[in-house]
């Protein structure tokens, strides 16, 4: 093909989807810059939390390295930015990936966890209306991949979710053994077996522990980020969580810079009073007991969606304490 064919073919296609450049004596297919709006849009409405899009990411390119390069502590938006527009500066290397994550973008067609969210609805329809634009506008792109080629991506894509969900069971099955092991400690060796779940807990789900829990006295300190700051107390005494012990753990939060949150783990509960007493006014805290805990390893809600919706009832009501299977009966 003469580079004149070659110019005469780009002119004629630079509004059409595919663009064409000459390249080694070739021509070789590129994705046009217009599509990359409205995969960034799609991608980052489809998603509201980042462990979800890292998810979705993970399972569906093989570029694993670009994933792991990403600044997951930055916002989501530049998040998503960064990742398309490294994969369409780097065409020449990235373009199957590219072209892999806008078909795979496409293919979500019910985003529904988006309407648990405050303004849920709202959220739902601002994804559903950004991924049918982005559909209206890739059949060119879904020309470029033959049926067999689609349904083996497709294959791909499912066999890593279905791995990554092996193994978060697996883990998550060490963790219950674990679990009930601790039940049958004495006091102090129980602390420290606790302080060794929590940790690996956390590490399953990626929520990012400033340091590793760690022991202090007869209680669990720690500090974490999950869509804020945290700072985590966790106690297993045989006597209900009282009153003093919130208002000790509230003093430090209190102390924090503003919007800190405070994740009071009492094993064995709390005493009504104290539920009560700190649910007044501006809440700093929200609890958890070992039943909530229970829930997570038997994998009936993932950590995230449990601190995730404690929060929210918590901003609705003002009650810091809801239980896991309470929430659960609320779906």
């Not at 003093?244 to 009073?273: H, I, P, Y």
Request: charged share 25%; aromatic share 8%.
């Amino acid at each position: 093909m003469s580079r004149e064919t070659v110019h005469s073919l780009l002119s004629s296609s630079r509004d059409t989807a595919l663009q064409a450049i000459y390249h080694g004596g070739m021509t070789v297919k590129r994705i046009s810059p217009a599509v990359l709006h409205p995969l960034k849009e799609a991608l980052t409405l489809a998603f509201w939390f980042k462990s979800d899009l890292r998810a979705f990411l993970t399972s569906s390119l093989q570029a694993r390295e670009l994933i792991a390069q990403l600044d997951w502590t930055d916002y989501k938006r530049p998040i998503v930015a960064q990742l398309v527009d490294s994969l369409y500066a780097n065409q020449h290397r990235y373009f199957d990936e590219l072209l892999t994550l806008l078909l795979a973008t496409a293919d979500i067609t019910d985003p529904s966890h988006l309407k648990k969210l405050e303004n849920g609805t709202a959220k739902y329809e601002s994804a559903i209306a950004a991924l049918q634009t982005l559909r209206g506008i890739i059949a060119p792109y879904r020309r470029m991949r033959t049926e067999e080629e689609e349904a083996e991506r497709r294959r791909t894509t499912d066999k890593v979710k279905a791995e990554m969900q092996r193994a978060i069971n697996d883990k998550l099955e060490e963790l219950r053994k674990a679990f009930q092991e601790i039940h049958a400690l004495e006091p102090q060796p129980r602390g420290y077996a606790l302080e060794k779940f929590l940790n690996g807990l956390f590490a399953l789900y990626d929520i990012d522990a400033k340091a590793p829990f760690k022991i202090t006295g007869e209680q669990i300190d720690g500090a974490f980020t999950f869509e804020g700051e945290y700072l985590l107390e966790a106690k297993w005494q045989k006597e209900l969580a009282t009153v003093a012990s919130l208002d000790s753990f509230a003093s430090k939060v209190g102390r924090k810079l503003d919007n800190t949150l405070g994740l009071f783990l009492s094993m064995n509960g709390f005493q009504e009073s104290a539920i009560q007493v700190h649910s007044r006014g501006r809440a700093v805290l929200i609890l958890m007991d070992g039943s909530d805990l229970n829930a997570v390893i038997e994998g009936r809600i993932s950590l995230p969606d449990l601190l995730r919706r404690k929060r929210q009832h918590a901003a609705r009501t003002g009650d810091i304490f809801i239980s896991a299977y309470a929430l659960l009966n609320e779906n």
